[in-house]
């Protein structure tokens, strides 16, 4: 349409006499620049009613599915490291997992946060923490047979896998260093699909890993064994959620609050010093020196008279 008035605004000047008279001119230009801001305006104006109109061009767009599948609302809701809405249970047919699970890592350090760790605000932690301080970059293995259905990364994962199992079971991977598989690519145990890592939100190298049946989260315990201790606690340390600034204890399976005893420090009674009582020195009466005597003198005789 635009082009069409821009040819027709161009033929009735290409028909006009030049005026003679420079204000005339002037007028004349600025009647066609006129002109021209109006078609335009026309056209933009046209433009949006057509997108906006049912099964215009935006319309059509909005249409063409996105190329990540669409998580669940328990996902889609995470706001920290694998914490999702808590949801009921869906009704899993009885066998219907049997044989079908296998560990997704040959070793790990140990388990940090297990399935339904709280994560407040009505949140839990939507799967199993697989801690990797001693095993660094390991090959991490599909858990089912399948085929990969998703790779790509997400503040809250990393850089993660999922792998549709068949029959609406799933399993993520996440926080991986790096994927190693293509979407549509044939999925079994052996398959290594990533190298583990701490990317996304994670505060260590771990794996952390889901499945789901229906794209609701359920405990990986129930289906694998993870050599987990009876007691041990749903997370081993507290959690610091994202933006807020404060920590969640981490609470056993239990809730019960351990009392630490006190430590009494022994009170040291001193030991009452002796008092030495000094042996008297005894004094030593001196002797008493004899007080000389005068000798008598001899008395001199008197001469005799002859």
Not at 4 to 15: D, F, K, N, S
Not at 142 to 161: D, E, I, L, P
Not at 295 to 305: D, E, G, L, V
Request: charge should be neutral.
């Amino acid at each position: 349409m635009l082009d069409t008035e821009m040819q027709r605004l161009r033929t009735w000047l290409a028909g006009l006499r030049p005026p003679r008279s420079h204000p005339a001119r002037i007028l004349l230009a600025a009647t066609a620049v006129l002109m021209v801001l109006t078609l335009i305006a026309v056209q933009t104006e046209h433009g949006s009613s057509r997108a906006a109109a049912p099964g215009g061009t935006a319309a059509v767009a909005a249409a063409v599915p996105s190329t990540e599948p669409t998580l669940p609302a328990a996902a889609a809701s995470s706001d920290g490291e694998g914490a999702v809405i808590a949801q009921p249970t869906p009704q899993v047919p009885q066998g219907a997992h049997a044989g079908r699970f296998t560990l997704p890592l040959k070793v790990w350090t140990k388990v940090t946060d297990r399935f339904g760790a709280p994560r407040g605000n009505g949140r839990i932690h939507g799967g199993i923490d697989l801690a990797l301080d001693t095993y660094p970059h390991s090959n991490v293995y599909s858990a089912c047979k399948g085929s990969v259905q998703y790779t790509g990364y997400s503040a809250t994962y990393g850089n993660h896998v999922i792998i549709d199992c068949g029959d609406s079971w799933t399993t993520l991977y996440a926080h991986l260093s790096r994927i190693l598989v293509t979407v549509g690519q044939p999925a079994a145990p052996s398959l290594v699909i990533g190298i583990s890592g701490s990317t996304g939100y994670s505060t260590g190298e771990h794996l952390h890993f889901e499945i789901r049946y229906k794209g609701v989260p359920l405990n990986p315990e129930d289906f694998l064994d993870f050599h987990i201790a009876p007691g041990t606690p749903l997370s081993d340390g507290p959690i610091v959620f994202p933006g807020s600034g404060t920590s969640v204890a981490r609470p056993g399976i239990s809730p019960t609050a351990t009392t630490v005893p006190p430590t009494d420090t022994p009170t040291i009674t001193p030991t009452p010093t002796a008092t030495h009582t000094p042996t008297p020195t005894p004094t030593s009466t001196p002797t008493p020196t004899p007080t000389p005597r005068p000798r008598p003198r001899a008395t001199p005789t008197p001469p005799s008279a002859f």
